[in-house]
């Protein structure tokens, strides 16, 4: 029995090989085949926009003639590009907005774009406060480095968009409080890595807590991690209720027992009224 060939496994995927925004991007050939060292980065695509057409599939945003995504920190566009397709293969006629602060990035995925024939796909060279305004259907920030991170998520809750998803990627800010904490938690770790860990799993725990806060509906999942980092926490965020005083309560509790000061989302929440300070 042979081997199958890597370019015939994605029979079962949601994009198809020869998809022409992959051989624009440079994942497949001109055969329509994925190149044999991209195909982790195939997979990850799928993966993704799997996730991000079910999450958007139980939102309102279904029902409507166009739905908007927003993508802080895009990259080279493999995802956005991804969202478009399929959005549009659903007949969702998307709007999509791509915000990178790498001019180089931004040029290859405009001209990706108009090769591929997606003509509500655009690129902007900017940082995401300067470009952000108005409304989105969807706020996507996959791996923006420590509070990026934040910034996107408050674009996404201030706006009240339907969906929220974003990676986390390194982070510190709590970092530097946990080193100096004195609570009871604090005194079992002592080596910098074990640290370095629980801070990063008390900020997304934390924003998880905020989002909750605000009505989301949230689910944490394991994603495929990328050759930029190993971090493979996904956040998802439905919205689905009213504010819920319940969930701040319980984050300020797990401020005070791991002895923390807050995370960045908190402070633009305060600083735009969605927690009243006591």
């Not at 994925?34 to 279904?62: D, H, L, S």
Request: net charge positive.
């Amino acid at each position: 029995m042979t081997d199958e060939k890597p370019h015939n496994r994605d029979k079962n995927y949601r994009i198809k090989s020869d998809s022409l925004f992959l051989k624009a991007l440079g994942v497949a050939n001109d055969a329509g085949e994925i190149k044999p060292n991209k195909y982790a980065k195939y997979r990850q695509i799928c993966r993704f926009v799997e996730i991000f057409i079910e999450r958007i599939e139980r939102t309102q945003a279904v029902k409507q003639k166009r739905v908007k995504v927003l993508d802080i920190g895009s990259g080279k566009g493999y995802l956005t590009f991804a969202m478009y397709d399929q959005l549009a293969r659903a007949g969702l006629n998307p709007k999509i907005d791509g915000v990178d602060t790498r001019s180089e990035m931004v040029d290859l995925c405009n001209q990706a774009a108009q090769t591929s024939g997606f003509e509500n796909l655009a690129f902007h060279n900017m940082k995401a406060e300067d470009f952000v305004q108005g409304y989105y259907d969807a706020i996507i920030a996959l791996h923006a480095c420590d509070t990026a991170t934040d910034d996107a998520l408050f674009y996404g809750i201030r706006s009240k968009s339907k969906l929220i998803v974003c990676a986390p990627c390194c982070q510190h800010e709590v970092l530097v409080d946990l080193q100096k904490s004195e609570t009871e938690n604090r005194k079992f770790i002592s080596h910098g890595l074990f640290l370095q860990k629980q801070a990063d799993l008390i900020t997304d725990n934390s924003r998880v807590m905020l989002l909750r806060s605000q009505g989301y509906q949230v689910d944490v999942i394991d994603f495929v991690s990328t050759e930029h980092t190993q971090k493979n926490t996904l956040i998802t965020a439905i919205k689905k209720n009213k504010p819920s005083p319940k969930y701040l309560e319980q984050y300020e509790a797990y401020k005070k027992a791991y002895g923390f000061s807050g995370i960045k989302l908190e402070t633009l929440m305060r600083e735009a009224g969605l927690i009243r300070s006591e």
